[in-house]
């Protein structure tokens, strides 16, 4: 049973450029979160998705960041005109559903140049 | 604001040692608590969640957690140098989002 599959694992970016992260949570898991590790900070919540639906997004900044998770296909965290200041490592995680302690990916490390 | 707070260390233990991590948190209505690991540009994993004051044992490890006192703790009994990680503290009040400390880094000497 494959793990929670996250790519690319590095991504690099010139300022203005668009960032897309994608997630594929583990099998029989429906429940989908991002979290935002910088660099010595620790890890912030982002957004959390199931199949079709973004149910909290409190931890996403209003501007520039979007998330999905279709119906088929893996979940997409969209960073539209990165600046430096997205530079970090991007995880994600699922669960089989809510109040279950949620397994991570290997992360995304972008890097906006 | 909801806050967690953790020793960055890094705690060193020779090995053999009982290792203890602390951690408190400041959101009275957290209602789950977990342990992760995370080794130096990988993932986090999860080693323990905790619900119920008291202690919960799994393995090598303990977790404590003290409601009243908003206060969780990790013993790793017998370290090992493969033990050597930081070690996140994280709480949840709604049930899905988390909310990490920086962790604590731990050092095991052979």
């Known amino acids: 049973n494959a793990g929670v599959m996250q790519n690319p694992r590095h991504l690099v970016r010139r300022r203005g450029q668009e960032a897309r992260l994608r997630c594929s949570p583990m099998?029989?898991?429906?429940?989908v979160y991002w979290y935002r590790q910088l660099p010595e900070e620790g890890l912030k919540f982002m957004v959390y998705?199931?199949?079709?639906?973004?149910?909290?997004e409190s931890g996403m900044p209003k501007e520039r960041f979007s998330a999905e998770f279709p119906k088929e296909g893996p979940s997409i965290l969209r960073i539209q005109q990165v600046v430096r200041g997205d530079s970090a490592a991007y995880f994600c995680?699922?669960?089989?559903?809510?109040?279950?302690?949620?397994?991570f990916g290997q992360g995304t490390r972008l890097t906006v140049v | 604001q909801k806050e967690v707070e953790q020793n960055s260390g890094p705690l060193s233990v020779p090995e053999g040692a009982i290792a203890s991590l602390n951690c408190t948190y400041s959101?009275?209505?957290?209602?789950?608590f977990f342990w992760y690991r995370q080794y130096s540009g990988k993932s986090p994993e999860l080693i323990m969640f905790?619900?119920?004051?008291g202690d919960k044992e799994d393995g090598r490890f303990t977790a404590q957690l003290n409601k009243a006192s908003q206060y969780v703790s990790l013993l790793i009994r017998d370290s090992q140098p493969s033990d050597s990680a930081t070690y996140l503290c994280?709480?949840?009040?709604?049930?899905?989002?988390?909310?990490f400390g920086k962790g604590t880094s731990l050092l095991v000497t052979p």
């Open positions: 995680a699922s669960s089989p559903r809510d109040r279950e302690e949620a397994f």
């Open positions: 099998k029989g898991h429906s429940h």
């Open positions: 998705l199931q199949k079709e639906n973004i149910i909290d």
């Open positions: 959101d009275r209505g957290s209602q789950s």
């Open positions: 905790i619900y119920s004051n």
């Open positions: 994280a709480f949840s009040n709604s049930g899905y989002a988390l909310n």
